[in-house]
């Protein structure tokens, strides 16, 4: 039996070996750019890069770069490269794998003898990939998006989903009981699950969570049990279900370590205090940023929740409650526009006024819920940012015969009447809408109600038909 299973069990195992071969062998004959390249090992002195991929008579040879000119060899898979000294440094021309991880072995003498340092190396070319394929694992579907433009989602065989956020970082969600594929991209942060030990810094998630009945997955918190308008976050919290961990610039390493952390939400403003992620990182906690702020259209923030669902093993309900609010916020859009001009700004501490970007969500929801944006004719270099700031000049000559005028108390709640604002710039008492007595504040609860952005489209609506009562996050200035 088994003379007869031998040449079946040898041609298996020949087309495991050649798998990667056969699939080079598809690319024509030429040099190509990798998609992408990473390294890890070494000290970090030392810079890796890899220029080019050359494919003659199916072989693919990639040149490795080295930045210092002390490497004289590198080994790969028991074979010696020699290198070739230039003004940057060294390079290799190595037949190296493509798409999967490899090890390779530099040997430097930049020391007293020679040493032998081992790197991981990733060469990412999509032309030589399977369609769709992810470290052998075959592609099975994507997340239908509507809305949101920041991420995608795709599904892989054994349960398997890669996360890729735009302008972030990719996350591999790896089933319980299961292990990452060999040969995953190194830049790739794998999330094991369970995810039931998540450290919320990012404040505007907490909403989704909630609305997911995932609230028994977060264990930690960046907000006191008092900064939270999510009724349920404060409850957990003053019930001890949730632990206060320390704000996002400052968390409380040792109490995330010891309760056995296993992610932390965070969202762009981490990108401004990096040793915060590395030390994270450093304790094995991995570290997910949200960018969904970035979203030029409010339903895209809420669609969000999608993510969520699929870190948290919550997709039906998570598809489930983006249907009805995606039904809601279409109904409204529906409705006629006014062409009442609105402003949304706050004046600060050094006296610009700062409004948002015209592709900002927020300038967004003025116009589904009727209005007409003031700043909607803004630059092209200003159009995409989330907010911009303005002399007081400036505003006043875009602004002063706008309808009506939002003032943003979440950033500045030091205005409390329209003597309040008058006080902030003596040029608002020129404006149409402060003379006529047409201006609303924000509630403070605006930004972490990501799951109810129609609850501020109709109050926008009712505020350009005249109506105050009712309103959930907007309140007319006496």
Sequence with gaps: MMKKCFPLLLAAMILILCAGALAEASLPDGDYLPDDFSFSGGSGRVEITCPRVTVRSGEATATIAFSSPNYTRVVLDGVEYAGEKTDDGTLFQVPAPLNAAFELTGTTTAMSKPHDVVYTLFIRLDAARGEGELAGLPHESSMTLDYAECFSVDYYQGGYALIDVKDGARYLTVPEGMAAPEGLDPAIVVLQKPLDRVYLANTAAMALVSRLGALDSVRFSGTQAEGWYVEEAARAMNEGAILYAGKYSEPDYELLLREGCDIAVENTMLLHTPKVQELLELLDIPVFIDRSS??????????????????????????????????????????PASGKTVVYFYIST?????????????????????????????????????????????????????????????????????????????????????????????????????????????????????????????TKLN
Excluded at 323 to 332: F, G, I, N, R, W
């Design 294 to 335: 970035y979203e030029p259209h409010p339903l895209g923030r809420t669609e969000w929740i999608k993510l969520y669902g699929a870190l948290l093993d919550k997709q039906e309900e998570a598809e489930a409650f983006f249907e009805t609010q995606k039904a809601a916020v279409e109904a409204l859009a529906e409705a």
């Design 350 to 474: 050094d006296g610009t006024a700062v409004v948002r970007g015209s592709e900002d969500y927020i300038a967004r929801m003025i116009e589904l819920g009727g209005g007409a944006y003031a700043f909607a004719g803004m630059d092209d270099a200003n159009r995409s940012r989330a907010s911009v700031s303005l002399t007081m000049e400036d505003f006043y000559a875009a602004a002063v015969n706008a309808d009506y005028l939002i003032y943003n108390t979440t950033i500045d709640d030091t205005v409390a009447s329209l003597a309040d604002l008058i006080a902030r710039s003596a040029l608002l008492a020129d404006f149409v809408a402060v003379r006529q007595g047409r201006v609303f504040t924000t509630g403070d609860n605006l930004f972490q109600a990501t799951d109810t952005m129609t609850g501020f489209i109709t109050d926008i609506h009712a505020m350009l038909e005249g109506r105050e009562d009712g309103m959930t996050f907007l």
